[in-house]
């Protein structure tokens, strides 16, 4: 039998089949899953995991606000099982919207570490990602650039480049901050930083590290994979020259934020759902999600030398659940700052 069963495309989604050796109106057991993970490489671990359980894993993909509408429109019509989405004020604002369920699993408590799950058991987190900055040597002294807050030093003004306030990385960076130094500091820093902007503000990560490399600014904050991607030429040959002409800078400690994955709240294949779940949270699936896309797993560090090259990390205190409960703050902050 094929590998790839079916293949269906709507103006919103794709949604794949995967696995394997199941007679067409066979009762086999399947498990749906909304993904706003958009990586090709996540593929092989479904498959993975079907090969193994012989359930099969129906993909359907969307951006991450998209699946939380469209889950919410859907309510009780929803075919979603398992709910895959990156960033932590997503996956916390999923849960407050009521479309997960409380998941009982002593496998998922013991792989995914504290801080990096909720305490409702209704979501955990899979992989994680570093808020890195970075910069042009040729336009900024990288040396006197450490951590997020140096960006609102008077010395780059015009030079800092940032992504639009919509993007929840840099929404739950500044819940990040919030709680690591309190409203008042989190204000002073983004009225600093918002002053040393240019450039309006950037639609995504990539084209962030494009401009530091063109000269366009000197710095940006970004999430450390984009650049692992551009440098490893996954996005071709001159992204991979623009990222060479960039350096890295590794906050330390770092906000670190996920992807993670939750229970729908009206999954019909429930035991399947947290199946691969489990999988998923578990080191090698983890490991299988994270090591091609750039990220790191739960609880290891990306061994591959372009990652290994920015630098270690260690991430701060902050918990996911804080980033959450602090992402509308964190909003108006930067809508008071003037950060578009
Ligand atoms: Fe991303």
Redesign the pocket.
């Known amino acids: 039998m094929q590998n790839l069963k079916k293949l269906f495309y709507s103006a919103l989604t794709c949604t794949f089949l995967l696995n394997l050796n199941i007679p067409a109106n066979s009762t086999q057991k399947e498990v749906k899953v909304y993904s706003g993970r958009h990586y090709n490489t996540d593929r092989s671990v479904y498959k993975q995991f079907a090969d193994e359980t012989g359930i099969k894993v129906r993909l359907i993909e969307a951006a991450g606000i998209s699946l939380i509408e469209r889950l919410k429109r859907e309510g009780k019509n929803s075919q979603a099982d398992l709910i895959l989405l ?1 960033d932590a004020a997503r996956i916390t604002n999923a849960a407050k919207a009521g479309l997960l369920q409380r998941i009982e699993s002593n496998s998922l408590e013991n792989d995914v570490p504290t801080g990096l799950k909720d305490k409702n058991k209704e979501w955990y987190a899979l992989t994680r ?1 570093v808020r890195v900055m970075v910069a042009n040597p040729k336009v900024v002294d990288v040396s006197k650039i450490r951590d997020y807050t140096d960006l609102a030093d008077p010395s780059l003004k015009g030079k800092v480049c940032l992504r639009n306030r919509k993007s929840p ?1 840099n929404q739950s960076l500044v819940a990040n901050q919030i709680v690591n130094k309190g409203e008042s500091l989190t204000k002073s820093w983004l009225s600093g930083m918002i002053s040393n902007v240019s450039q309006p503000f950037f639609p995504g ?1 990539i084209s962030i590290i494009r401009a530091v490399s063109k000269k366009k600014c000197g710095v940006g904050i970004v ?1 450390h ?2 650049v692992a991607r551009m440098l490893a030429g996954v996005n071709g040959r001159r992204d991979a020259l623009y990222a060479k002409r960039t350096s890295v800078i590794t906050p330390n400690p770092a906000h670190v934020n996920i992807s993670a994955g939750g229970l729908a709240k009206y999954a019909t294949n429930k035991n399947e759902a947290i199946k691969l779940l489990e999988y998923l949270a578990s080191p090698e699936g983890s490991k299988g999600l994270a090591a091609p896309t750039f990220e790191h797993p739960l609880k290891e560090v990306n061994q591959n030398p372009i990652v290994k090259d920015f630098g270690e990390f260690i991430p701060d205190k902050v918990t996911v659940e804080d980033l959450g409960l602090n992402n509308s703050l964190a909003i108006k902050l930067m809508k008071d700052s003037g950060w578009d």
Do not use: E, S
């Open positions: 990156v990602r990385y990560d999430n994979y984009y």
